[in-house]
Nanobody, 126 residues
Framework: QVQLVESGGGSVQAGGSLRLSCRAS?????????MAWFRQAPGREREGVAA???????TYTDSVKGRFTISRDNSEKTVNLQMNSLKPEDTAMYFC???????????????????WGQGKQVTVSS
């Protein structure tokens, strides 16, 4: 069973930066996994933020393009989300997600993900 553990996040003023990291344990052939970040704000549906496939290809939701960067380190079995120029509307619980089919055809923010982390809060004040 793949376990995902997030770290990072926290509180920052608008315009600031935060970084989220997620480590996958018991993930054999991690290099082939599709990894992603989702977020959910109170009273809103969960939305896909960014995804990265097994070739390093990335997809982003429109609202974070140019501000957020997803990356992965296969040797460490981690995926990171660097968040710059943060806005109050970025405030949410952020979740790491994974599934085994990592090719670009099956890896984007609209994909169904099998494994989920517990979430990390990101709060951006104006």
């Amino acid at each position: 069973q793949v376990q995902l553990v997030e770290s990072g996040g926290g509180s920052v003023q608008a315009g600031g930066s935060l970084r989220l990291s997620c480590r996958a344990s018991s993930a054999y052939y991690y290099f082939n996994y599709c990894m992603a970040w989702f977020r959910q704000a109170p009273g809103r549906e969960r939305e896909g933020v960014a995804a990265i496939d097994n070739s390093g290809g990335t997809t982003y939701t429109d609202s974070v393009k140019g501000r957020f960067t997803i990356s992965r380190d296969n040797s460490e079995k981690t995926v990171n989300l660097q968040m710059n120029s943060l806005k109050p509307e970025d405030t949410a619980m952020y979740f790491c997600a994974a599934h085994r089919a990592g090719s670009s055809a099956y890896c984007n923010i609209g994909t169904e993900f099998a494994y989920w982390g517990q979430g990390k809060q990101v709060t951006v004040s104006s």
